[in-house]
């Protein structure tokens, strides 16, 4: 009886945990069941994509914390009304969320995206270098830094090659990064 009180105690716990993260961060549950915003979704695929917005901007007031609507929002301004300018104001007020750090990561290099497609380099780099610093160890940030050309995170620098008279031991070349005992 324990050990099975200490199984479903373990369960709720995971349970409740991971709900109450979601909530924290902003990423309540992606679209389940929500009239509001089956109807915005409805109104888009209708073709009225800036009433779908509208739609879904009202949904917003209500539910803030439903970030995944600005996303949405974002994407239609981004692909089906052609204006990315729009878009990149979306995602610069998504970027204010408070977001798992994966998550943000790729919303910012989505809007590094849309910088380059308006001309604005110096804040696609001024971005991609932010992505650097606040999510290491994430997959947007191994492409910020791959975009930046700089070496990969953990990634050991080159050690000088040895001196050209230097005799190699056992009379072969080690592969670089590699020395002798």
């Given at each position: 009886?324990?050990?099975?009180?200490?199984?479903?105690?373990?369960?709720?716990?995971?349970?409740?945990?991971?709900?109450?993260?979601?909530?924290?961060?902003?990423?309540?549950?992606?679209?389940?069941?929500?009239?509001?915003?089956?109807?915005?979704?409805?109104?888009?695929?209708?073709?009225?994509?800036?009433?779908?917005?509208?739609?879904?901007?009202?949904?917003?007031?209500?539910?803030?914390?439903?970030?995944?609507?600005?996303?949405?929002?974002?994407?239609?301004?981004?692909?089906?009304?052609?204006?990315?300018?729009?878009?990149?104001?979306?995602?610069?007020?998504?970027?204010?969320?408070?977001?798992?750090?994966?998550?943000?990561?790729?919303?910012?290099?989505?809007?590094?995206?849309?910088?380059?497609?308006?001309?604005?380099?110096?804040?696609?780099?001024?971005?991609?270098?932010?992505?650097?610093?606040?999510?290491?160890?994430?997959?947007?940030?191994?492409?910020?830094?791959?975009?930046?050309?700089?070496?990969?995170?953990?990634?050991?620098?080159?050690?000088?090659?040895?001196?050209?008279?230097?005799?190699?031991?056992?009379?072969?070349?080690l592969p670089p990064?590699?020395?002798?005992?």
């Open positions: 009886m324990l050990g099975l009180g200490l199984m479903v105690g373990r369960e709720v716990s995971q349970y409740v945990g991971h709900h109450v993260q979601r909530e924290l961060y902003g990423e309540a549950s992606e679209p389940v069941g929500d009239p509001e915003y089956d109807e915005a979704e409805r109104v888009w695929a209708d073709g009225d994509h800036l009433e779908a917005v509208r739609l879904l901007r009202e949904f917003l007031k209500h539910k803030p914390n439903k970030v995944h609507a600005a996303f949405r929002i974002a994407e239609i301004y981004e692909k089906d009304l052609g204006n990315p300018l729009a878009a990149a104001l979306e995602y610069e007020v998504i970027l204010g969320h408070r977001l798992d750090r994966q998550r943000w990561g790729w919303a910012a290099i989505h809007l590094v995206n849309l910088y380059n497609r308006l001309g604005k380099t110096d804040e696609a780099e001024a971005l991609l270098n932010r992505i650097v610093t606040e999510c290491p160890g994430t997959e947007p940030a191994a492409k910020a830094r791959q975009r930046l050309g700089l070496p990969e995170e953990g990634a050991m620098t080159e050690e000088p090659a040895p001196e050209e008279g230097s005799p190699d031991e056992g009379g072969f070349k990064g590699f020395r002798p005992k």
